[in-house]
């Protein structure tokens, strides 16, 4: 598991940039360098040191575009401070193109060791629905009962999917 923000240097590729923050381009962009630069745009605003996760949309337009391309499911957990600033964005399990296996264990063991007084868990679906499945559903519960018993809050779980996102505290799922 490694931070996926932790010592990159975040150059917006593709791109020059002013001191205003606008974006210029010497030339036509395909959607996949788009995507590329939105994803170090947003990861380079994640690893600012305090960045909160202020928002769902905050979380789903990061996940968003860094789930984007993935062919795979990837569980990503987001770990946060009490005022849920990012200490850590990891991808955390690797699965196959309908799933993956989840530890709650190792979920725990990692939030205890970076402090964490809250998450966000992020996965996608290759399959292109951002519906989530019962296991969906049954995992989040593990993990929310798993992280409670050590002090921790679960906020949310988002499922990735077809340019969408689901959120299982939206749905009254957590």
């Known amino acids: 598991m490694n931070n996926i923000l932790a010592s990159k240097e975040y150059k917006i590729p593709y791109f020059a940039s002013d001191k205003k923050g606008k974006y210029k381009t010497k030339q036509p962009l395909s959607e996949n360098q788009i995507i590329k630069a939105a994803t170090a745009i947003l990861k380079s605003r994640v690893a600012q040191k305090g960045y909160t996760m202020s928002s769902s949309e905050d979380t789903r337009q990061l996940m968003m575009t860094h789930l984007a391309n993935c062919s795979n ?31 709650p264990r190792v979920v725990v063991k990692r939030a205890l060791e970076l402090n964490a007084a809250a998450m966000i868990i992020v996965h996608n679906h290759p399959s292109g629905t951002s519906k989530p499945s019962l296991n969906d559903i049954q995992i989040t519960k593990i993990l929310d009962d798993a992280l409670n018993l050590v002090g921790i809050r679960l906020l949310d779980h988002i499922i990735v999917g077809g340019g969408e996102c689901s959120s299982l505290a939206e749905l009254g799922e957590l």
């Open 73 to 103: 499911e990837v569980f990503v957990c987001l770990f946060l401070d009490n005022k849920h600033r990012v200490l850590s964005m990891e991808e955390t399990f690797y699965g196959t193109i309908d799933g993956t296996t989840i530890y």
